[in-house]
């Protein structure tokens, strides 16, 4: 009797086919994320490198910014991060919020980096106000929520944000420096009309364009 499985070469096709469709359907808007009060964060945007993504809430009336940042780092035991440099455009002055797995509990670590120098990258506190801070992972992507203190009547903030692929006691080891790693920058928009980004959300042109390094 002739079996009716497929060949290997066509179950390894509709393998693809199928991890292709999933991949393609990670967008911002497929992801339906809520701040800290449950609420759903009013926007979202694919952000253009890493395979990321940024769901955020701009509350004006007190100058806050609620963010949840998306990304799965390169390995299991890597680790993922976003910020904001509220003094520049680059690494330098940068307030970063990291986040990858403990070892042993599994569980999700957030430290803060108050990024001063190139070679001051250690756990410190942030120049600016941050509150809700945590972190979750889910089927190897991970999440990092925290509501940060923007400056009053500000329209943008520039944001940076990155992936490594490991952690070695508890210290955030370097990440890659290919194309991707490097255009890891951009600017946030409050207000004002955006273009590009995934359905639904938004990516300020100037996102688009920056090609700045973000090291670690």
Not at 42 to 49: G, K, V
Not at 134 to 163: C, H, L, M, Y
Request: with cysteine.
């Amino acid at each position: 009797m002739a079996s009716s499985s497929p060949p290997p070469s066509l179950f390894f096709l509709l393998l693809l086919a199928l991890f292709a469709a999933t991949a393609s359907c990670l967008t911002c808007t497929t992801q339906k994320l809520t701040d800290s009060n449950k609420k759903l964060f009013s926007n979202c945007l694919d952000l253009p490198s890493l395979d990321s993504f940024l769901h955020w809430t701009h509350d004006p009336a007190n100058a806050s910014l609620s963010v949840a940042f998306v990304a799965a780092p390169p390995n299991p035991g890597g680790w993922v991060s976003w910020g904001i440099n509220p003094s520049g455009t680059g690494m330098v002055g940068a307030q970063v919020l990291a986040a990858y797995k403990a070892e042993g509990t599994g569980a999700v670590t957030v430290k803060t980096l108050d990024l001063k120098s190139y070679s001051a990258i250690v756990p410190g506190k942030l120049s600016l106000d941050v509150w809700d801070m945590r972190g979750e992972e889910v089927r190897g992507v991970i999440r990092i929520f925290a509501t940060v203190k923007v400056p009053d009547k500000a329209e943008s903030v520039n944001q940076v944000w990155q992936v490594g692929p490991s952690v070695t006691a508890g210290r955030i080891d370097r990440h890659d420096f290919a194309p991707p790693n490097i255009n890891a920058k951009g600017v946030l928009s409050f207000n004002g009309s955006q273009s590009g980004g995934g359905g639904g959300g938004a990516v300020d042109p100037v996102t688009m364009k920056k090609n700045v390094s973000f090291f670690f």
